[in-house]
């Protein structure tokens, strides 16, 4: 009885710690597993690490190329504009030089002359001073004829003058992107707004409410939902910049759009609709972003929208135009159809917010 019983101990204190043995095997097979996860979880962050400063060292090398392409600029006027002196500087002094020599000729003659008459003086034959005497006067008789003066005065204007402003004009011709002249399409116009005679201005007015509008008449081109209106201009490469107008104005949405954009109602205005955009509205700027929108912090509301749209990098950014501090860049992906600035000067909001949206050109 007593083997028996001991037996039976032992077979459940074998079970026992083969049980536990089973829950610490289990157990080591989980931190494996979460070590696995571990390492793998290292090996991304670093090779995400290793792509941002990968990424990082790119745009420094891009942006020194951009500083080196402005530097050859300025190091070929500059040695323009010494050429252009050191031209006039020869020229002058060649003038000047020959008034010098012409100068130094007659002071030779002269002094021959001199040595001349002196000579004739120490000679002690006086009959034959008196005899030739009227012949030496009349050879020797040498004047000073001096040369025109010549305008010696070297004035700095000439050549410095308002250097600065003069260079930055002559920027404008090597600037890439060149800031586009956009206009506004009129064909895609919501038919609350207004433009100008050049197309370079809209404004929202209530008063062209049409309350009876049949939709099968409606121009397909047309925005119908929204109160906006697309550039004239379709962007398919290359980098392009320009700039809005939004002083005055309480809420507007400026930016880029695919051309298939739908022109009636959306379940979404933001990125997954093609639309790449800046907004205000309550006093906050936002980034038009999917799922929900993207607060962008600026410590002052800007005047002027700057957008640079860049099709090889497949981005858009913003900017405040007149400060150009950066406030929002899109990464848009590949898009295979063309883009187009896209515009809404909102509603009116109660009368707060009557001011134009105008696409700015700058004189340079």
């Known amino acids: 009885m007593h083997t ?12 026992l710690l083969g049980a536990q043995k089973e829950k610490l095997i289990q157990a080591i097979k989980k931190i494996k597993h979460e070590i696995d996860e571990c390492n793998e979880a290292e090996n991304e962050a670093f090779v995400d690490a290793l ?7 790119s745009i420094e090398r ?40 012409k100068i130094a000729m007659q002071s030779r003659d002269l002094e021959k002359a001199i040595e001349t008459l002196n000579c004739k003086l120490r000679e002690d034959d006086s009959l034959k001073l008196l005899k030739e005497i009227k012949e030496l006067l009349k050879r020797c008789e040498v004047n000073f004829n001096r040369p025109p003066p010549i305008d010696s005065e070297i004035l700095s204007s000439q050549f410095v003058g308002p250097i600065q402003y003069r ?24 038919p609350y707004l207004t433009l100008s005679a050049e197309r370079t201005s809209a404004t929202f007015e209530e008063d ?24 004239s201009e379709a962007f398919t490469y ?28 959306m379940d979404s205005s933001s990125t997954l609709n093609g639309l790449w955009t800046l907004s205000l ?9 999917h799922p929900k929108p993207t607060k962008v912090l600026s410590y002052t509301l800007p005047i002027r929208i700057g957008i640079f749209l860049d099709c090889e990098k497949e981005e858009v950014s913003f900017y405040n135009a007149v400060t150009m501090t950066p406030l929002f860049s899109f990464y848009m992906g590949t898009v295979l159809v063309p883009l187009y600035p896209f515009y809404n000067p909102c509603d009116q909001d ?3 917010n009557c001011a134009p949206l105008s696409i700015f050109h700058p004189s340079l």
């Not at 032992?10 to 079970?15: A, E, L, P, T, Y």
């Not at 040695?79 to 003038?95: A, G, H, Q, Y």
């Open 350 to 352: 109660k009368g707060k």
């Open 281 to 289: 509205r309550n006093g906050l700027i936002t980034a038009c972003t």
């Open 238 to 265: 290359g980098r392009h910049y320009w700039e809005v107008e939004v002083k005055g104005k309480t809420a507007w949405r400026v930016g880029v759009a695919r051309a298939d954009i739908p022109r009636g109602e």
């Open 51 to 57: 792509e941002v400063e990968n990424r990082f060292e």
């Open 62 to 101: 891009e942006i020194r190329a951009e500083f080196q392409n402005l530097h050859r600029f300025l190091d070929e006027e500059e040695e323009t504009d010494l050429e252009r002196l050191r031209k006039e500087r020869d020229k002058r002094v060649k003038i000047l030089k020959e008034r010098e020599k």
């Open 208 to 231: 062209k409410v049409q309350p009876n509008e049949n939709p099968a008449e409606r121009n397909p081109k047309r925005f119908h939902f929204y109160y906006c209106v697309m550039g």
């Open 167 to 190: 260079i930055w004009k002559h920027m404008k011709t090597s600037l890439y992107p060149n800031i586009s002249t956009l206009t506004f399409d009129p064909e895609t116009a919501h």
């Open 4 to 15: 028996n019983h001991m037996k039976d101990l032992k077979n459940n204190f074998n079970s």
